[in-house]
């Protein structure tokens, strides 16, 4: 018999499909009817069972509300609600079958039931069993992002179509870019296993490419290795996985680039304290570091004091008041060093470091007998996560913040230093102490100033330092040697040469920790450092002119 | 402010540590701990006369020390250990075999005979020194930019005794030895062998740092302290003058890790962190600098104090030490030895002076 595809043939085909597919939604709906008001518990087993093997999108939801036990009746009508609390107490609702949606209010806010208000569904052990063999798709249709990442990588290694164009169903409506590229990346490895001539091959090589997962590289690489149609193909495959690698290189340069700029400041940040006050009074100040401890410590003291006396458990309020208070604490105690200790030992270097060297040691017990052993802050909302430049290149908020406070900073101690009285008399008496006394500028009070400018710095670093990392007593030992390598490399009391060799000191250890091991790259700074002083034993920014020594 | 010549601090001295305590520990009123424990003080001892040669005598603050004195600990330490691994008929020591090493790096096979490792245990720190001293004095940087890269030198070798890829242990160190040269470490006589060599050695350290500083090769290392620029006038070579004690205080600190570690029995980088190499410093400011008696007395008093304190009150050790550092900065600037002799001067004149010769 031949059959000619005239129109007619056409459209009652076309009726027919849609006959069978409107079966399909009329029996779901009849199906979900029966399983929210079962006339008897054997209808409630069937209709679930049916669900799961018909498999319609549109029913997914409700069964992993069944699946999950978070099938509640609103009005009759079935709902379900987020995985989390969206406030005190209270959930966000999503309306199921037939229309998958948050319910909002008029004015488009979503809107939040507490559980008490919803009348719970009970499904029984027995009927939820059965979702357990699609349990994998339902959770293409979850509404937590990384359960339908896990839905989409466990679709990866199934050749069967229909799942295929499941996938391709729950991409279509996927809003997450983290989910869709993983998602988008099962599919075309599929679609280019399955592809059946080399044209169509490549041009799903060319999506994958575009797509650019983590997984995409391997996946090509693994594809031209296997050699499906012709060398050509292959070859095509490998070299995009090659452009591939080299872009991602690049990114991961980039984000060197970046860790070394925020190891940098944070050494600029102390550093600065650091390079003013022995460049002002001859100090070494080895308790640097350990201003810095306290700085940290007293965010943290502002943490408990926000969180347990006052009740706020916002974290960016006391962050934000953390800043100023841990510049004020550590300051305030620097001075009090200033007056007992430090100031008796003017212009005598190697004493000072000694002297300072024990205050840090008892610092440092201090801490560890009041506050234990190990302490972290919470780190603010409003700098967690980060700035998604590309899919491979994130720049995390809490470091550039801390770029920003030294950027911030820096701008401000060189408009105390450059643009105020207290600068020019500050820079007068680092110049020539005697001759400023004799000019009338009180020199023990502008160092005691300066002292205190400079561990206040310390205690501000401290601060910024809680966003990457623990605090603990001892904390201060890990940036001393460092930063007084910075000093010594930038020339003593000067601001440019602190800035250029903190910056140029983060920036080196991190692109050689990149080719090296982190303490490999330690060691090279530190012989470059030496062979850098070969040539410039005054550091980046020596004074002009001649000084007789002795 | 040198009681010269004065036999009888010497006299005490001796009798004290070569006769009393050895007596002592035969007539079994002290233990042979004891013994040992002194003996390791007197290794200290020894390093902190190359600290006082180099810091007190020619003011080249260097934080190093501590890393010269782990080296001549591990060189031994290597020897000890390869020795016991051949006694068990294992090929290569525990540590290494963890970590999947088959053949025994290139760099400890020397140490399989006694004589290189002594030799190596003086060469390699001395080589270091020279090779340090020689960038570092050439571009002129002293004082507290000296003391700086030197630290960061010490800090950088602690982190690279910390890996295990430079196999020497890493974190845990080089212990657990046996013999040396056939003597079992762990008996009493031993010990006490081993007391009796390294007080001998600090001795002899002593006489040999009293006639460098006797010398005009001292006086001229005292000169360059006091005053460089106007030694360098005077065409003096400086920069030999301080690689040459440079070497020399490395030597010594070497010496002291020798002996140090057949006592301990262990070395971990610890030895070499950032807080002990400050702590060798402060031995001798808390002794008195540029005074080889106060090197000595205050390193053996500082690890004395130590080892009372820490079994006593262990929380409050840091905060003495700590106490002991800033008022000693403060107050005693020529240490217990200056404090001594401000003492003896006042009962002798009858009023209150403070020594007057230069640092």
């Excluded at chain 1, 590289?217 to 490998?238: D, I, M």
């Excluded at chain 2, 010549?5 to 001796?14: C, E, R, S, T, V």
């Excluded at chain 2, 800090?155 to 040396?180: P, S, V």
Aim: proline share 3%.
């Amino acid at each position: 018999m031949k059959i000619s595809f005239t129109p007619r043939w056409i459209l009652l085909i076309c009726l027919l499909l849609a006959r069978l597919a409107g079966t399909a939604q009329d029996s779901a709906s009849i199906y979900t009817a029966q399983l929210l008001q079962p006339s008897a518990d054997s209808v409630r087993t069937h209709a679930i069972g049916r669900l799961a093997a018909l498999r319609i999108p549109a029913t997914f939801p409700l069964l992993m509300a069944i699946n999950d036990k978070k099938l509640y009746l609103l009005d009759q009508k079935a709902v379900t609600i987020d995985s989390k609390p969206s406030g005190e107490g209270t959930y966000r609702l999503y309306t199921l079958y037939p229309e998958n949606t948050l319910m909002k209010n008029s004015s488009g806010q979503p809107l939040l039931f507490p559980l008490s208000a919803l009348q719970a569904v009970d499904i029984p052990r027995g009927d939820r069993l059965q979702l357990a063999g699609i349990a994998s798709l339902l959770n293409l249709y979850s509404n937590d992002a990384q359960k339908r990442i896990l839905a989409y990588t466990q679709l990866k290694n199934t050749g069967d179509s229909s799942a295929q164009q499941l996938l391709q169903d729950a991409l279509a409506r996927e809003t997450n870019t983290d989910a869709s590229r993983t998602g988008k990346d099962v599919l075309y490895a599929a679609k280019l296993h399955g592809a059946t001539n080399a044209a169509n091959a490549k041009a799903y090589i060319d999506s994958i490419t575009d797509n650019w997962s983590d997984n995409a590289p391997v996946l090509l690489r693994s594809y031209a290795k296997s050699g499906f149609f012709n060398q050509e193909v292959a070859t095509y495959a490998a070299e995009k996985a090659a452009s591939l690698e080299k872009r991602y290189d690049g990114l991961q340069r980039i984000q060197n680039f970046f860790s070394g700029l925020s190891l940098g400041s944070i050494l600029i940040l102390i550093a600065l304290g650091l390079s003013i006050v022995y460049g002002l009074a001859g100090i070494i100040n080895m308790a640097h570091g350990e201003f810095m401890m306290i700085g940290a410590y007293t965010t943290y003291c502002t943490q408990l004091f926000f969180t347990n006396v006052l009740g706020i458990p916002q974290t960016d309020f006391f962050f934000i008041a953390a800043l100023p208070i841990s510049f004020v604490v550590a300051g305030a105690l620097g001075l009090l060093l200033e007056r007992l200790v430090i100031r008796h030992l003017y212009a005598k270097p190697l004493e000072s470091l000694l002297a300072t060297w024990g205050v840090s040691l008892i610092l440092i017990q201090t801490a560890r007998l009041l506050f234990g052993d190990l302490t972290a802050v919470k780190t603010p909302l409003l700098l967690t996560g980060g700035w998604q430049v590309s899919p491979h290149l994130t720049l995390p908020y809490n470091r550039l913040f801390i770029i920003a406070l030294t950027l911030v900073m820096v701008l401000l101690t060189y408009a105390m230093l450059y643009r105020s009285r207290l600068g020019l008399q500050i820079r007068a008496v680092t110049q020539n102490r005697q001759m400023s006394a004799c000019l009338g500028i009180e020199t023990r009070r502008i160092a005691a100033v300066t002292f205190f400018i400079g561990s206040g710095l310390a205690g501000l670093a401290g601060c910024a330092i809680t966003l990457v990392g623990n605090v603990v007593p001892d904390m201060g030992q890990t940036y001393i040697v460092d930063s007084f390598l910075v000093v010594v490399t930038g020339g003593v009391g000067k601001l440019a040469g602190t800035i250029l060799s903190g910056l140029g000191i983060g920036f080196f250890t991190k692109v050689l920790e990149a080719f090296f091991q982190a303490v490999y790259g330690k060691v090279f700074i530190l012989v470059f450092i030496m062979l850098f002083m070969q040539y410039k034993p005054k550091g980046l920014f020596p004074d002009k002119g001649r000084i007789a020594e002795d | 402010m040198k009681t010269k010549n004065n036999p009888l601090y010497y006299i005490l001295f001796i009798a004290i540590f070569a006769i009393l305590l050895p007596a002592g520990y035969m007539s079994g009123l002290i233990s042979v701990n004891t013994i040992s424990v002194w003996g390791r003080y007197f290794c200290f001892a020894i390093a902190a006369l190359g600290i006082d040669l180099i810091w007190g005598y020619t003011g080249i603050l260097s934080m190093c020390q501590a890393f010269f004195f782990c080296l001549g600990s591990y060189g031994i330490a290597m020897h000890l250990l390869l020795k016991k691994t051949m006694a068990t008929g294992a090929v290569l020591p525990d540590f290494m075999a963890w970590n999947k090493i088959e053949t025994l790096p290139l760099f400890w096979q020397p140490f399989q005979s006694f004589g290189w490792t002594l030799l190596l245990c003086l060469l390699v720190p001395a080589l270091i020194a020279f090779a340090a001293g020689f960038v570092l004095f050439r571009s002129r940087i002293k004082g507290v930019y000296m003391a700086i890269i030197t630290q960061a030198l010490t800090l950088a070798m602690w982190l690279l005794f910390l890996r295990n890829e430079t196999n020497l242990g890493g974190t845990n160190g080089l212990t657990d030895f046996k013999t040396l040269l056939g003597y079992d470490l762990s008996s009493s006589s031993v010990k006490l062998g081993l007391y009796m060599i390294s007080f001998t050695m600090l001795c002899a350290a002593y006489f040999g740092c009293y006639r460098i500083t006797h010398s005009k090769f001292g006086k001229v290392l005292q000169a360059i302290r006091d005053s460089e620029s106007r030694i360098s006038y005077a065409a003096y070579k400086v920069v030999d003058y301080k690689l040459a004690i440079f070497v020399v205080a490395a030597l010594l600190a070497a010496v002291g890790g020798m002996l140090y570690l057949p006592q301990t029995g262990i070395i971990t980088p610890g030895r070499m962190d950032v807080k002990a190499s400050v702590e060798m410093v402060m031995w001798v400011a808390l002794g008195g600098r540029g005074n080889l008696k106060g090197a000595v007395i205050g390193a053996l008093l500082v690890n004395f104090l130590y080892s009372v304190c820490t079994s006593l009150f262990p929380d409050s050790w840091l905060f003495i030490l700590g106490f002991l550092f800033v008022i000693t900065v403060l107050y005693f600037d020529k240490g217990f030895m200056g404090l001594a002799n401000s003492i003896k001067q006042r009962f002798s004149t009858g009023s209150f002076k403070t020594s007057q010769t230069p640092l």
